[in-house]
């Protein structure tokens, strides 16, 4: 689904670094989430937010942080990175009561 | 808090033959149920869903079925086909509007 894409697609760091990865979608929904995938646990939530002013802790929320640049921006943040938080990243778009669509996704490694 | 429990982990069914995924729910003011399937290395997609003012919900092979007093819901697929192997994820509406996703059902289709 093109109208929710993910920035970086695959991504290796080391622990410490910063890292910043990004959503954007052209769905004009109001309501955008990061998830954590891991094998075996599903999707967790991490942040969401049901419009540009409105933040909200998922969760998982411990070691991250989210901006909400616009209706069709969101982006998240690991401010220190540590190797526990190797995983597959997917951020979401949708709207009240509504399904969510996913964005492809970002592989992260952190060494 | 609240859960979502989802059994097997794990399914294999012969080709042509019927899978069913169950899943329970904890918060009983949930009233949206949807199903994602994610092949490998891609993004989870909405297969079908349904609503708590309706107790089945079909399509062509994949059928939903909701049991609001137990708070049950399952995934029936049928007449399975070598490209329905996939993990599948069931999923329910909070009370604050979030989604929280069960912990997966990969199922295998033998040939």
């Known amino acids: 689904d093109a109208d929710v894409t993910q920035t970086p697609r695959n991504r290796i760091t080391k622990t410490g670094k910063r890292i910043m990865l990004e959503c954007s979608q052209t769905k004009g929904h109001d309501r955008m989430y990061w998830y954590r995938q891991d094998p075996g646990l599903g999707l967790r939530l991490i942040y969401y937010?049901?419009?540009?002013?409105?933040?909200n802790k998922g969760e998982i929320s411990d070691g991250y942080s989210v901006s909400r640049q616009a209706q069709a921006k969101f982006s998240l943040s690991l401010e220190s990175a540590i190797p526990n938080q190797t995983a597959l990243y997917f951020c979401?778009?949708?709207?009240?009561?509504?399904?969510?669509?996913f964005g492809p996704g970002t592989r992260l490694t952190v060494l | 808090g609240e859960n979502v429990e989802q059994h097997p982990s794990t399914l294999s069914v012969q080709e042509g033959d019927s899978a069913v995924i169950k899943c329970t729910y904890s918060d009983s003011a949930s009233n949206y149920f949807p199903w994602y399937k994610q092949e490998l290395g891609k993004r989870p997609q909405l297969i079908i869903d349904i609503r708590s003012n309706v107790g089945e919900k079909k399509d062509q092979r994949i059928a939903v079925t909701l049991n609001k007093t137990a708070k049950h819901f399952s995934l029936h697929i049928t007449e399975t086909q070598p490209e329905d192997s996939a993990v599948y994820f069931c999923a329910a509406s909070l009370r604050d509007d979030k989604i929280i996703f069960g912990k997966g059902t990969r199922l295998h289709i033998l040939p």
């Open positions: 979401a778009t949708g709207r009240t009561g509504d399904t969510q669509y």
């Open positions: 937010s049901f419009d540009v002013k409105d933040i």
